[in-house]
Each structure stands twice: as structure tokens, then as C-alpha cells.
């Protein structure tokens, strides 16, 4: 499973995600938080009554126009996966924002999370005709660079606003994306 190229699928409705798929996005969603990733839940450990609802939540609010599920599976096995949402407000509707960008801890570093991120690049300009993306990501675990290396931009940071433990406050950074 490890040396393939992943295969990138994306989800746009509800009813198109298995119960299945439903479970491997929540299994990697708590592996992803065990291992210190930050992925929308801040203190570890996380099990499947925490990430199964949000994954639920995920889900239940795709649809074509202003939700998208993109997964990367090798094999039939999950990778990697994100969620890109637009708000369809005409002011801001022409930019989306990434959000729960996540790959295996097993599997890093080979790749997949690039791939994931150009597919979501593409889907967004070409299917969604966004001119624009948005993304916050914790400071202190290398994040910036790996979004540096695809092109994204820091635009700013909301300083010491992620407390992470009494004495672990990090930086919130704000990237942007342009043009797609």
C-alpha cells in the first residue's frame, strides 16, 4: 500500500458517503490527533465519540456548491482527506477555505498530502470557480512550510491564540492560496 499513488476521490453529497468511508475518516481523524497532529481537536487523546459526530457533522453539509469531501486512498485504504467549504454569500463566494487537512502519520512524507492538495486546488478553481483559498493552520509543528512549498502565502497570525496547555500558547496562521 505504501509506495502507490494515491487515488483522490471527492464527495459531494451526503448520501455518497458509506458508513464505511464514515469510519476510516474518523479512525484517521483520532490517529491523526493521538499523534499530536492538529487537525480541529487540541487535546489529545481523542476516541470515536469525539471525532465520529464531527465527522457527521462533515458529511451531513456537503453539497456540490459549497462543501466537497476530497479523500486520497491507496488500495482501498484511506490516506489522507480534507474538506473545502465556501460560504455562498456573493460578497465572499468567490474564496473557499480548507479545513481538517489530514494524512496518516504511517504514510507521510510520501507524498500524499501534495497530491490531496493540488486535487483540492483544482476542484476549487475548476469545478467550483473559486478564485481564492483560505486556510488557518497551528504555528510550531511545520505546517507553514509544507503550505509554503505548494504555492500558499502567510498573510498574517493571530498571535498566542491557540492555548494548547497553560503554558503552550501557539500562533494561529493565516494562509492564503491566490490565484488558484
Known amino acids: 500500500m505504501i509506495n502507490n499513488r494515491p487515488s483522490v476521490a471527492q464527495f459531494t453529497s451526503p448520501d455518497d458517503v458509506t458508513p464505511q468511508l464514515r469510519r476510516a475518516l474518523t479512525d484517521c481523524w483520532i490517529e491523526v490527533t493521538n499523534a499530536g497532529g492538529a487537525a480541529g481537536f487540541p487535546f489529545p487523546p481523542i476516541d470515536a465519540t469525539q471525532a465520529a459526530p464531527a465527522v457527521d457533522r462533515i458529511v451531513e453539509a456537503l453539497a456540490p456548491d459549497t462543501s466537497r469531501l476530497l479523500t486520497a486512498t491507496v488500495e482501498g485504504e484511506l490516506v489522507g482527506w ?16 480548507l479545513h481538517n487537512v489530514q494524512t496518516r502519520p504511517a504514510v507521510r512524507g510520501r507524498g500524499f498530502g501534495v497530491v490531496l492538495m493540488n486535487e483540492v486546488r483544482r ?13 488557518a493552520a497551528r504555528a510550531g509543528v511545520g505546517l507553514e512550510d ?15 491564540a491557540l492555548r494548547l496547555a497553560a503554558d503552550d500558547d501557539r500562533d494561529e496562521v493565516l494562509m492564503l492560496l491566490d490565484p488558484l
Do not use: C
Not at 476542484?123 to 486556510?135: A, F, K, N, Y
Open 146 to 160: 509544507f503550505y509554503g512549498r505548494l504555492g500558499w502565502k502567510e498573510i498574517g497570525r493571530w498571535p498566542r
Open 123 to 135: 476542484v476549487s478553481r475548476d469545478e467550483m470557480g473559486l478564485e481564492q483559498l483560505h486556510l
Open 82 to 97: 480534507l474538506n473545502v467549504r465556501r460560504d455562498p454569500f456573493e460578497l465572499i463566494a468567490h474564496w473557499g477555505t
